[in-house]
């Protein structure tokens, strides 16, 4: 069922009695972006800890936009052994109730947008046709405008001005407001003397005035009128006064109180559905669904929580414990029994130390009360409340595994970090191995092997590194006397200098690169005959000179060639460009 804001309050009927009737609900959100920073492999690294993974959520997520939620409720049929399903889809937009109501920013991430667009996402039924919400700090506070709007009108609020019902001053009207206020009162007079008029439309006019009119009216006329501010459809708001006796005006008191009631309701919309979920107490389920949560508190409920407390140290808990929102506990010593005092902190005498100890115990007791419906100040030391910590002892500087049980099996799951993203982790049962193993099968952003493998890999490594060093040394020597040899024969044969010609357009060659490395290679190798030597080399010096130093070059390429031969590409001895 689609449920967008002008359906919303027909439907919601439907929407409690599914949350009433089901077994459990499972829930899913769609949002204008995932991170306004990191990306998203990044804000989701597999090697976080819940902490961390937590703080990177509320630090780059919750900028964005909640804007359709999904619920659908199961509700098992024992008559035909199936589940009876009831689907939602709820469009929400936090649109503006009035002029002092939220006016929320959020961001969009064009990926994200791109994305359900394509997925054929009606964007018009969020920003035109959205349930507005509040959370529960945003209704409060706006209750607690239409409570004192509602005294103000009554000529009982606490306002700058003094109520009829406490004294009879007039109330103190601005120098420049004092026409226009003598002005409405002249003409609410006019509507009391007259017999045909019963209403008085006053002229739009700005906050403060009609302010002013309420105040002198709730003094100058207790009884007898009723005054109400309307709106145009143009937005602009104006009083009608209303001519009435004491019952009628009661009722129409009644009337608008009922009406801002109404208006209240209305205006924290999808979030009575959010309220109906958690006071239901069943099983809410999801996929991947910590950033459904996430965004369901704090858009629907209240902001995100942070670490309340960052320190364990016995002096700096205790500190902690003093501040919002933990409340201190009132204690006395009993008679005949010395009081400490926690200003002078004796610190690190084993009495006071069991007496901050306790103190700090009470204020987190007492903390986890306030999240029951109604709060409990107290936290009794036997309430079930507390009975997952105990016996529990919490291990310090263990990030891993934060206690050791003393009733029941520990965590058999011990890590031992080796830097920054790698980390050794041993099972206490040994047939888990596998089944973790092969779990990272379809990871992307982790990987796991045994132990075995991981030395194995390690060794080997160790082996390619000291062989690649070996290797590389050998080939440095190598190529240095590759280089000598080459630049000794290039010495003994001399290239003349018109023995290669260009032009401007199209470079020739009278020496074809091939024949010039091949001239070279044969140089090198030993190959050249004697006859050709002398044909390709003016320069060359005696036959029995140049059989001496041919052989020399074959003898130091046959050494510095593992296979017995030199470099298997001429170009790497003398290349030729295209053009010269």
């Not at 998203?40 to 936009?65: I, W």
């Not at 920003?127 to 700090?137: A, H, M, S, V």
């Not at 936290?379 to 910590?389: C, G, T, Y």
């Not at 009733?407 to 047939?431: H, K, M, R, Y």
């Amino acid at each position: 069922m689609e449920i967008i804001r002008s359906n919303f309050k027909s439907n919601l009927h439907k929407v409690y009695q599914a949350i009433e009737e089901a077994d459990f609900f499972a829930i899913d959100g769609e949002f204008s972006g995932i991170s306004d920073g990191p990306s998203v492999t990044a804000l989701t690294n597999g090697f976080d800890t819940p902490e961390e993974r937590y703080q990177k959520l509320k630090k780059h997520s919750m900028d964005f936009l909640l804007f359709q939620f999904g619920l659908c409720t199961f509700k098992y049929d024992y008559t035909d052994s199936k589940y009876i399903t009831k689907s939602f889809n709820f469009y929400v937009f936090p649109k503006p109730f009035n002029r002092s109501s939220p006016d929320v920013k959020f961001v969009c991430q064009s990926s994200s947008i791109d994305f359900l667009a394509s997925q054929g996402f009606d964007f018009n039924k969020v920003f035109r046709n959205g349930i507005p919400y509040l959370n529960q700090e945003e209704e409060r506070q706006l209750r607690e405008q239409y409570d004192e709007k509602r005294l103000q009108s009554n000529g009982a609020g606490a306002l700058s001005y003094t109520s009829p019902n406490t004294s009879k001053c007039p109330v103190t009207i601005p120098e420049d407001q004092k026409k226009f206020i003598d002005q409405v009162v002249e003409k609410i007079e006019d509507l009391l003397q007259s017999e045909e008029n019963k209403n008085l439309d006053l002229e739009p006019c700005t906050g403060f005035q009609r302010k002013l009119i309420y105040q002198t009216l709730s003094w100058k006329y207790p009884k007898g009128i009723h005054v109400e501010t309307l709106e145009t459809e143009k937005k602009e708001r104006y009083i009608v006064i209303s001519k009435v006796d004491e019952e009628e005006r009661k009722r129409r008191e009644q009337q608008k109180h009922a009406k801002e009631q109404e208006e209240l309701n209305d205006a924290v919309g999808f979030s009575r559905v959010i309220h109906a979920i958690a006071n239901s107490g069943k099983l809410v389920i999801g996929h991947n669904m910590l950033l459904d949560v996430m965004h369901t508190v704090h858009q629907f409920y209240c902001p995100l929580p942070s670490d309340i407390i960052n320190n364990t140290s016995l002096a700096e808990l205790e500190k902690r414990l003093k501040e919002t929102p933990f409340n201190p506990p009132k204690v006395e010593s009993a008679e005949g029994f010395p009081s400490y005092d926690t200003a002078s902190e004796q610190l690190h005498e084993a009495g006071y130390d069991a007496y901050i100890t306790g103190l700090c115990f009470i204020s987190m007791a007492n903390y986890l009360g306030s999240f029951l419906s109604p709060p409990k100040i107290h936290v009794s030391a036997r309430s079930k409340l507390i009975e997952p910590f105990f016996n529990k002892l919490f291990l310090m500087r263990v990030m891993d595994i934060p206690y050791l049980n003393l009733e029941g099996p520990d965590c058999n799951i011990q890590i031992s970090w080796i830097n920054d993203t790698s980390a050794f982790v041993s099972l206490s049962q040994p047939e888990q191995v596998p089944i973790a193993v092969n779990t990272s099968r379809y990871a992307e952003s982790y990987r796991i092997q045994t132990y075995a493998e991981y030395v194995g890999t390690k060794h080997e490594e160790k082996q390619i590194k000291r062989k690649w060093t070996e290797d590389s040394w050998k080939e440095v020597e190598r190529k240095r006397l590759n280089t000598q040899c080459i630049s000794y024969a290039l010495q003994n044969h001399c290239y003349h200098a018109n023995s290669l010609t260009a032009t401007s357009t199209v470079g020739k060659r009278n020496l074809s690169p091939s024949q010039a490395e091949g001239v070279l290679e044969a140089r090198v190798s030993g190959e050249i005959s004697d006859t050709e030597l002398e044909q390709t080399d003016p320069c060359a010096e005696s036959l029995s000179e140049g059989r001496k130093k041919a052989k020399k070059f074959k003898r130091m390429k046959k050494d510095l060639s593992p296979t017995g031969s030199i470099s298997d590409s001429s170009a790497k001895l003398f290349e030729v460009p295209d053009t010269w």
